[in-house]
Structures are given as C-alpha cells and as structure tokens.
C-alpha cells in the first residue's frame, strides 16, 4: 500500500500542475483574446468595415443639347441590351448558341463574349449585344426558358435626332479612353460616353454632371448584399443651342450635293443660327465604335465629310476681302469714298502686271464702283497705298486671322499675312504680296465662320463673336444682347460706305451678284462675291482663252458669298463657300439668296424669345 | 494513504441503476450545454438557418451522448483489459488510411466506414491513452526508474506519431505526442528524463523542420508575418483576426457578424467556429465559452484525481489533456498565435466523426468516474 500511496501521491502532484499549467495556458489565450478584441479592435473594426463595404458609383444622365425652340439635338434614348450571367447557366456554350439561334452573334462578338467570361468572375454580367430592337427583345423574352442566364437589361445611350445635319455642331461622344478614367473615375463606369468632338467635347464639363455614390455590403466574393446608402449624383444640364436645327436642315438641304459649307449668324449679336456642312457623317457611329471600313470611306472622300468646312475649313476669301481693305484704306486716309482710280485691265508694278478680272477694264471707279463691280485693280491701289500692316490690322478688327470664341474645338484661327511675318521668316516683303493681298489673294487663310463674322461686324460695327451656346441649366449666357458686343470704333460714315458697295453689287443691275437680289418688296440684302483661284492661271492659259468650267473639280476655283439683311436693319450674315464652284457670282451667290429669303421667312432671331422662355420655365 | 481517508472498495460488479447514479450528470450538462453553444454557432455560420449544420450538429450530439452513456457502463476493468487490442485496432485503421484513404492538399487523413469518413488519428489518440494507462497501471514509483520498463510505451507513442506525420498531419501528430507524453509525466517519470526530453525536442526542432510539406513550412512562413500575403496563405489569419478584434467587447449580435455572413471568414463552420461566436458575441461571449470549456477540462482532472486506481487516473488525464489540446490548439489558430491546421473545436465545430470521437472520449472519462472506486490490483497479478 505504501508503494500505492508513492505513485498516488506523485500522481496528485502532477496532475495538479499539468491542471495549473493548463489555467495558464487559457489565461495566456483569455489575454491574446483581450488584446486582439479589445486593444486593437477598433483598427480591426476598421479592416471590417472596408472588407464589407464597397462604395461604388452611378453614372449620372449626361445632359441634352437643345436647339434654340428647345428641340432636342442630342439627347438619351434607352439602350436595350441583353446580358449573360455565368454563374445562371448550367453550359454557357449551349446557352451562346441558342441565343446566337434568336440574334446571330458573329464570330469576332461571340470570342469578345468568350474573353470576357473567362475575365470576369461568374456573377458579373457580360454584355451580349447592345442596341437591341424591339423584335429581337421580345424573341429573347419568349425564349427565356432557352437561355438561362441571359437578362435583358435597359441602359442609355446617346442618340442624335438630327443626325448627319448638326453632326459638326454637337460633335459626337465615344467610350472614355484611359487617359478619361485617370481624370475622372466615373468613366469606368460601364455606359459612359466622353464628348469627343463639338460641343459635346467642350460642354463636356457642364454636361457630364457628377457621379453618385452608392455603399453596398459586399461578401467576400464582392457580391452585393444590400445597399447601405445612396447620394443621388447631379445629372448633366441641359445647354440650349443659338441653333434653329429647322433652319440647319433647310440651309443643308439648299447645299445640295455640293461640297460646301455656310454660316448663318445673328449679325447683332454673333449667335450662330446654322452651320451647315456638306457633306456629313453620322455622329451615333462613334457612340458604337466606328468600323474598319467606315472610318477609311470617310478619311478617303475628297469631301471631307469628317471636316467641319465652316469652323476649320481654310480658303483665301478672294474678293469679299475687299470689304477690310477698303476700309483700312479709309481710316488710314488713304483714300476716301470718293477717289477715283481708272481700270484699264491691269496694274503694272515694276516688272509686274496684275490683271483685273475683266481684261477690258472697268474705266474711272470710286469706292461703291469699285465694290460693284469688284474690281480688282481698284483694291490694288488701296492695298498699294494703305499698306499691308494697316489692312492685316483692320482685318484682325473685323474677326479675320484671329482666334474666335466658338465652342468648337478644332475652329481654325486664319491667316492674314503681316510684314512681320514674312520677315521672321527671313524673306522680303514684297509690295507685289500687298497687291494681291488687296484682293484677298496670296498667302492668307480664312474659314468661313470668320468670314460669316466679318460681315456680321461690318453690318453692325460690333465686336460680336461667333457663339453656340445660349443657355446652361437654363441661364441664359451672356452675348445674347446686341449690347453686350463693344463697338469696332469704325466710323458710321466709312462703315457705310463699304456697305452701300456691298448694297450695289446685289442691287444695281450692272452688279456682279444681281442673282442675289432678294424677290421681296422692303427687304433688301447687301453681299460680295469672291472666287479663289485654287493654283496659278499662267499667261499662256489666259490668252488661250482660260475657262475655269473646263478644269477637273479639284482644280476649279472656290466660290465664295458673304451678304448680310435687311440692308436698313441688319439682322443676319451669311457667309458661303463652295468648293470648287467656279464663279461666287454664279455658284454662291443665288444658294446664299435662298439660304437669306429661308432666314427671313423663318426669322429666327426674334422667335427665339418667347421659347427660350418657355424652356428655363420648365427647368424651374 | 490513512485508515481514515480509506472508503469502501466497492463490489466487484454493482448494478445498473447504481452506475446511472455515479455518473456525473454535471458533466453531462455542461457537455450539452457545450453542444448548444455549437448549435448557435452552427444556425449562425449557416446564415440563420438549422440547415445544413445546426440540426445535424445536435442529432449527432444526441447519438454521441447515448454512445458515451453506454461507454460510461461498461466495466472499466473490461475496458482496461481491451485496451492494447483498441491500441492494435488504431494501428491497423492508421496504416489502412496510407493505404487507402482520402484527403486533401496531398494527406491522407480520412478513412470511408460505415458511410461516414473518419479520421483514424482521432480514435488512435484514445486506443493510445488507453493502452499507456494500461501499461503504467502496473508501474510502481520504483519501476518508473527502470529505463527499460519505458522503452516500450515510448514505442507505443512513438508508432502512431510516426503513422500520423506520415499521412501527414502535423498537428494531430504534435497533439498525440503531447497526450502520450503527459501521461509519461503523470505516471511517474523521473524529472530529470522530462527535461532530458524536451532538450532532445528542442534540438530535433530544427531538423523536424526540414522534413516538414511545403505547405506545412509555408504555413510557419505565414504564421510569423501574415500581410506578407494578404490574399493568399495569411487571408485566414488576417481574416480570422479582423473578425475576432472587430467584435470587439460585447460582440455584433447574433447573425450580424459581418466577416462570418459575407464569407471573409473561412471555414466559419468548421475550423473558425470560434472567431464566429467571438464576432457575434464580444469578448464577453469568447470568454464565458472559454470559462466552459476550462470547466470542462478541469472537471476531467477533478475526475483523475478522485479515481482510486492508477489506470482510471491515467485514462481520465490523457482524455481530459486530449480534449485540452484540440481547445488550445484551435483557439491559437484563430487568435493567429499559432500556424493554422485542420484542428476543429470539439462538439461546437461541425464535423460527423469528430465529435464522435471526442464523445468516446467523455464516455471512458464517465467509465472512470463511475467506477472510480472499484476494486483494481495494480495489475501485477492480473497483467
């Protein structure tokens, strides 16, 4: 018993501190528990808190673009697309195939859908195909029970009521690149669209709004929950056009199949009415992804469709240049309206002769004869006696050769040549450059929107600037009001010698545009023609009797038109170029009378004020 | 031990209802009181739902409890007497699974009978507490010294360990080691072997290390710095503890744990049940289940030292150090103290034959009990 009572007693002993060893050991873990739990909890309940929630983004709607009567010219329509969810479907192949059955997928669709499942996880859907129509949708939806896991779901997508006609105005949207998604993390959204172009590109800003929030409970395989809370984003604004899109289609239409373009403008106030060019595109392309084939038909036209001829399309403007000059010679004293220089064909500068247009000559002319009859040597003189600088100066004050506050990016500045210029480039001015700079010719460049607004400050003696935008979110922007422009500071007096010129080249039966004379009783219409050689007519073609009308189209020279109405009262300019029209007389000059009779039919200057009215009222 | 202090050694064999009498029914509640903190665990991990985990978990706890009763019956002398053919059987069972079993990561840990998987190792850990009890129940304090009456139950660890490591799964293999060796301390051995024995483990550390699987080192890796892959090995632990610490004290409330219900938690049913209830619960509710297990642990103790005969003693300590290990072992897995192994928390985590086993466990720990002071010669004349 005794050797018993040895291992008992060992036992106990031992057993009582393996028992003692164990508390310890429970309390060692009570203690880790207590530091982990309550020491360090709240940086884990941090760690929690951002495991659980993901804050992710809503797109806001992008805002619409409206024409000045509040007609939309860019707008939202619902996209129809039909999605697949992997994790839905049992054999995604057989579900692609019997979707492909109902709306053929093409081989290329079918290896991106293929790519993005493997991508993504199961449960993120994966778009099909976008732009469903109606029949397709409703066949899909008769056919769920075939294809599981496919939903068809409802985004937006831009739409272009207008299409080709406003296409160079509103410009077009496209997907956000990467360089967009570092800018702006809502344009990782899936729908997102960037203004690539236009004024959707320079409006960007006001029409992409700003993106709501949302918090979602996420498990661990980022699957949502529920959602934790929502902050609504601020939907894009609306911008309202100084553009009457009725008027853009008829002034297009009148363009014909020409390639051309024209600018109509509030001569008061410098709001674009229409700027149409001929020929177009159509903006939605790029909302989808513009095709291989598409992109090379565009970028190979001669046309240009994918060129805004009115913002960025460069001529010499030829002889509705003359305007400037003439009055740059008035205010330089140069000449004064009532000088008279005689025609006999030609002007011979030292060994130089520059011909008139006519090679009879035009005889003894003042300033209205010669704006008439547009002669040129006539504006050889001026320009001779005014001097370059001093018409480059007084071109630069009537809008020409200088950067213009339109809201279309890719606008062209122009060029008026000065003699700075020509000797920061090591060379010579020549004062045969300044000749034939008198009549618009040699080395300057003009679009036609500059050329729209130059008439429209010649017609009013305001600095207006050519502008799109009339309101944003409903207020109204400032340049609406005639009074907002500044004065040229030209005197009434020269001003209207010049325009009394324009007056006669449309009016006097022995004008050069009497084409252009307007078919209505107390509304007359003053204007200049110009036609720019597009290369050099040498002597040999000129005494062979040199006819424009038997070149090939490309090498026929521009016609140009700039007029302005009523002539008492004026209210809109137009400016015209056709390319390769041969004569501006014959080519521009009626298109621009029909384009001034659609304006003054529709007058759209002094409707806008109540619709315009009508609109902000309904934003409030 | 005095003439005072000696009770009565009861009969040979008493009758039944007297047995039901002897069990410890306190221990009983607290074991289904365990079982129902598992059922909470289980209806949570499930997202609040008795399916699939919550109700099975309680049906097996009802055939564990009726197996462990039944267990608590049956002579203890008989079950001493069975003890090295159970040890013989596990032997089998564990050479059988390297043979034939299943598992995952590359071990082979889980044996098909009956239709259910078992994990030999687990049945093994008790043949050996029994089978080491047996052997040391014939051992006096002056044989304990002799060297040679300790080679063969070293052996008799020694085989399974090796067994265990080879399928391979390090930390049952660590656990048996430690049950076995327990009872080599309990029984007797001379302190100055114990710490000639852990020397000799301290020095084999480094080459154990070496023998170790990839993924068993790449686990130490993890273990000693988890954000060194956040989304790879050490998302358990960080996850683990994220949960745990964002509990905080009183806990997210019942079926609100975050880091359990959306999935960042893994194995929540299983391994994690743990840092499950910590999340619901706060540390108020990890330490109250704390506090129950301890009770549950010392109450095996408690039984050790009121058994009369050595090999009862020997027994009731390995089953309770056995049940320690698995608490300690899986708790300092999820407080990230420890590198993570497939150590589920008895009767809360889910799991068939685990908890089967742990209940055989408590039904030859209530074996004991009851016959705690039956008649049982030192086994020289027996053995």
């Not at chain 1, 992997?86 to 053929?104: C, G, H, K, R, Y």
């Not at chain 2, 044989?143 to 399974?160: E, H």
């Not at chain 2, 048996?176 to 301290?202: D, N, P, Q």
């Amino acid at each position: 018993m005794k050797r018993e009572a040895k291992r008992t007693g060992v036992f106990t002993r031992r057993a009582l501190l393996i028992g003692g060893a164990q508390i310890a050991a429970f309390g060692a873990l009570a203690a880790k528990l207590y530091q982990v739990q309550i020491v360090e909890g709240s940086r884990y309940a941090t760690l929690a808190e951002t495991n659980r929630i993901s804050a992710r983004l809503i797109a806001p709607p992008r805002g619409r673009l409206l024409d000045r009567f509040g007609e939309p010219v860019a707008g939202n329509k619902l996209n129809w697309r039909a999605l697949l969810i992997a994790e839905q479907t049992t054999d995604v192949a057989a579900t692609l195939d019997n979707f492909s059955a109902i709306v053929p997928l093409a081989d290329h669709e079918r290896a991106r859908v293929e790519r993005e499942l493997r991508r993504h996880r199961r449960f993120i859907p994966v778009t099909l195909r976008e732009f469903l129509s109606w029949e397709d949708m409703a066949r899909i939806e008769v056919n769920a029970p075939d294809l599981p896991g496919i939903l068809v779901d409802v985004g937006t997508t831009r739409l272009y009521p207008f299409g080709p006609a406003l296409a160079h105005i509103v410009g077009y949207v496209a997907p956000p690149n990467d360089a967009d998604v570092a800018e702006d993390t809502m344009f990782a959204l899936p729908g997102m669209r960037v203004g690539r172009a236009g004024v959707e590109k320079y409006h960007d800003l006001n029409l992409r709004g700003r993106a709501g929030a949302v918090q979602l409970e996420v498990n661990a395989t980022g699957r949502v929950i529920r959602e934790l809370d929502r902050q609504e984003g601020t939907p894009g604004q609306d911008i309202t056009l100084t553009i009457d899109s009725a008027l853009q289609q008829s002034v297009l239409a009148r363009l014909g199949d020409e390639s051309a373009s024209a600018v109509v403008m509030d001569a008061r106030n410098g709001e674009v009415l229409a700027m149409a060019t001929n020929p177009s595109f159509d903006p939605s392309l790029f909302n989808s992804g513009v095709s291989q084939a598409q992109w090379q038909e565009w970028t190979r036209n001669r046309r240009a469709p994918l060129i805004n001829k009115a913002a960025s399309g460069l001529y010499a403007p030829g002889s509705t240049f003359k305007m400037a000059v003439a009055l740059a010679g008035l205010e330089s004293k140069a000449i004064t309206p009532f000088d008279t220089v005689s025609c006999p064909g030609y002007l011979d500068f030292g060994d130089r002769r520059f011909h008139c247009w006519s090679k009879y000559g035009h005889g003894s002319l003042d300033l209205r004869g010669g704006l008439k009859n547009s002669c040129d040597v006539f504006f050889y003189e001026v320009a001779r006696r005014t001097g370059i600088d001093k018409i480059a100066a007084m071109a630069n004050r009537l809008g020409l050769g200088v950067k213009l506050d339109i809201e279309l990016p890719g606008t062209r500045t122009g060029f008026i040549p000065t003699r700075g210029w020509r000797i920061k480039q090591g060379k010579a001015w020549n004062i045969g450059d300044t000749i034939v700079s008198g009549i618009g010719q040699g080395y300057m460049q003009l679009t036609p929107l500059s050329l729209a607004t130059y008439t429209a400050r010649l017609a009013t003696g305001r600095a207006v600037q050519p502008h799109l935008t009339r309101s944003i979110g409903g207020i109204l922007q400032p340049g609406s009001k005639a009074e907002d422009w500044p004065s040229l500071g030209i005197p009434e007096r020269e001003l209207h010698a010049v325009r009394d010129g324009m007056f006669a080249v449309v009016n006097d039966p022995s004008g050069t545009a009497p084409l252009a004379r307007l078919p209505m009783p107390n509304v007359q219409m003053a204007g200049k023609t110009g036609s720019v050689q597009v290369r050099n007519v040498t002597r040999e073609q000129r005494e062979n009797g040199y006819k424009s009308d038997n070149l090939p189209w490309e090498f026929r020279p521009h016609a140009l038109f700039v007029c302005f109405a009523p002539f008492d009262a004026p209210r809109y300019a137009v400016a015209l170029v056709v390319e390769h029209g041969n004569a501006g007389a014959a080519a521009a000059a009626p298109v621009a009378r029909d384009i001034m009779m659609d304006v003054l039919t529709r007058d759209p200057a002094s409707r806008r004020d109540a619709p315009a009215a009508r609109v902000a009222e309904a934003k409030t | 031990m005095s003439v005072m202090d000696r009770r009565l050694i009861r009969e040979t064999s008493f009758g039944l209802t007297t047995k039901l009498w002897q069990i410890s029914w306190i221990y009983v509640v607290l074991l289904c009181a365990l079982a129902s903190v598992g059922y909470v665990a289980l209806y949570s991990a499930a997202g609040g739902d008795p399916e699939p985990y919550a109700s099975r978990h309680i049906l097996r706890f009802g055939f564990g409890l009726t197996l462990m009763l039944s267990i608590a019956l049956v002579d203890i002398r008989f079950i001493a007497r069975m003890s090295w053919i159970a040890y013989a059987g596990g032997v089998v069972l564990l050479v059988l699974v390297l043979k034939m079993g299943h598992g995952a990561k590359g071990a082979q840990r889980w044996l098909d009978i009956g239709g259910m998987a078992w994990q030999p190792s687990e049945l093994m850990k008790i043949a050996l507490v029994l089978a080491l009890a047996a052997w040391f129940h014939k051992a006096s304090w002056e044989r304990m010294g002799n060297p040679l009456f300790l080679i063969p139950p070293a052996i008799a660890v020694l085989i399974p360990v090796a067994l265990i490591l080879k399928e391979p799964n390090l930390g049952t293999a660590v656990i048996t080691g430690v049950v076995g060796a327990t009872i080599f301390v309990a029984a007797g051995l001379r302190w100055w072997k114990i710490a000639l024995g852990l020397g000799a483990m301290a020095a084999a550390l480094p080459i154990a290390y070496s023998h170790l699987h990839d993924y068993q080192r790449q686990r130490i890796t993890t273990f000693l710095n988890p954000e060194s892959d956040p989304l790879g090995a050490g998302y358990n632990i960080i996850q683990s503890k994220i949960a745990l610490g964002s509990g905080g004290m009183w806990g997210k409330g019942f079926l609100e744990g975050t880091q359990g219900h959306l999935n960042f938690l893994p194995e929540k049913q299983t391994d994690f049940i743990f840092t499950m209830l910590a999340e619901e619960f706060g540390l108020v509710g990890s330490l109250a289940l704390m506090a129950l297990l301890l009770t549950l642990v010392l109450g095996g103790l408690l039984i050790a030292l009121r058994c009369r005969h050595q090999f009862g003693r020997l027994v009731a300590l390995g089953i309770s150090m056995n049940f320690f290990m698995y608490i300690l072992v899986n708790l300092a897995m999820v407080m990230g103290a420890i590198p993570v192994g497939g150590v589920p928390l008895p009767l809360v985590s889910h799991g068939g034959t685990a908890m089967i086993t742990v209940m055989i466990g408590f039904g030859l720990l209530m074996s004991v009990h009851v016959h705690r002071d039956v008649e049982f010669g030192d086994g020289r004349d027996e053995f």
